[in-house]
């Protein structure tokens, strides 16, 4: 069996300051080799700390960090084989795209001739060869970011740690650096690890999505299964692209209940294993895409959920078009619209609609 070297787990972790707030409390979490895993919450939220505790820039308060079966805790940066990359970059401007990547294996007393053959191998891969000589206020922000990422990965580190490394780049760029940042991973085969306040940049580029909210992990698991099957509340409204209401069981009827809230009727959720009973408070999730807006009269499909609605906002996002419309008890509730679909028979601020969905679509949250 191969020995997984970048293999982390997190067991019991917690951190506290002032020894009574902890701002990461008993988190534990398995981040297979070679994985590219982002955590994903607000500011405060304990994501940078766990980072760091990684690193060995912060010490746990209690519990273990294992980085390839061994706990690495009371070990120094150097010897974790663990690599960060910093917001700012760091960059000596100074020195030369060659000589900032070559710094680290400079540190370690590699003669000179090698140090520079690792380099230039390394500048290849990152794309930078024609701009190696170049200093670093010479280099766009993208290219600057690439040398930060050369320079943690000459090291060939276990573990690369990525603290908001595309939140200084415009939107443009980083939707290219998201490309970048995925290639490097798969090129190198390391485990990057991700620390992010954006949604769409956590769901783009990783394999392991952990969303946090105050120092615990709310769910955690691939990407495409937390956006579209968060389990409570507050995942699916940081995540977003849901609507979510509540209300209170109606019936229950066999694998299903019927909501009763504020301006609906008859809205069938599945139970999908959830034990609930008549009265009971809950929450539901609808993908704002999986909404579907018809005319007053129109014929619903079979197994359908509605709600008689008005359109209170529009803005045209492009591919889609986003529809706001009356809420439901004090909850949001929004379509996303095709753009071709809209603008066959666009809707008009206060007209009134129809808004259904697949049944089986909706979803009951903890």
Same mark, same amino acid.
């Given at each position: ?207 392991? !999505?952990?969303?946090?909210?105050? @120092?615990?992990?709310?769910?955690? *698991?691939? /990407?495409? &299964? $937390?956006?579209?099957?968060?389990? %409570? ?33 008859? !809205?069938?959720?599945?139970?999908? @294993?959830?034990?609930?009973?008549? *009265?009971? /408070?809950? &929450? $539901?999730?609808?993908?704002?895409? %999986? ?56 809707? %008009? ?18």
């Amino acid at each position: 069996m191969a020995i997984q070297r970048g293999a982390i787990e997190l067991a019991g972790l917690t951190k506290s300051y002032d020894g009574v707030t902890p701002v990461v409390q008993g988190v534990n979490l398995k981040i297979p080799d070679g994985a590219y895993c982002c955590f994903l919450g607000p500011s405060g939220c304990g994501k940078t700390t766990i980072l760091r505790m990684i690193a060995g820039h912060e010490d746990p308060t209690d519990g273990e960090i294992l980085i390839g079966g061994e706990n690495v805790v009371g070990l120094p940066p150097v010897e974790r084989g663990t690599a960060m990359m910093f917001q700012s970059y760091a960059l000596f401007p100074h020195l030369s795209v060659r000589d900032n990547i070559a710094f680290a294996l400079r540190v370690r007393g590699q003669d000179k001739a090698e140090r520079y053959r690792l380099t230039d191998a390394m500048i290849e891969k990152v794309r930078l060869t024609e701009l190696r000589d170049r200093l670093p206020g010479q280099l766009s922000g993208g290219q600057q970011q690439r040398v930060a990422l050369a320079r943690a990965a000459i090291t060939e580190p276990r573990v690369l740690l990525l603290d908001e490394p595309l939140s200084a780049l415009d939107e443009q760029l980083r939707i290219q650096m998201r490309s970048e940042l995925r290639r490097m991973q798969r090129e190198l085969g390391i485990t990057f690890i991700h620390v992010t306040h954006s949604q769409l940049e956590a769901i783009a580029l990783a394999d392991i !999505v952990v969303v946090m909210e105050k @120092g615990q992990i709310k769910q955690s *698991g691939a /990407a495409r &299964d $937390v956006y579209a099957a968060p389990k %409570d509340r507050y995942v699916a409204e940081f995540l977003g692209g849901q609507n979510v209401f509540s209300g209170r069981v109606g019936t229950v009827n066999g694998d299903r209940i019927v909501l009763q809230a504020s301006e609906m009727k008859q !809205v069938a959720i599945p139970l999908c @294993g959830a034990r609930v009973k008549q *009265g009971d /408070a809950i &929450d $539901v999730a609808v993908r704002r895409d %999986d909404i579907n807006l018809l005319r007053p009269g129109a014929t619903l499909a079979g197994d359908t959920s509605s709600l008689a609605s008005r359109v209170m906002g529009i803005e045209y996002q492009g591919n889609f078009v986003k529809v706001m419309l009356d809420p439901v008890g004090s909850d949001e509730f929004v379509a996303y619209v095709p753009e071709r679909t809209f603008f066959h028979d666009p809707l %008009d601020i206060g007209d009134v609609v129809m808004a259904a969905w697949p049944a089986d679509h909706a979803r009951l949250l903890a």
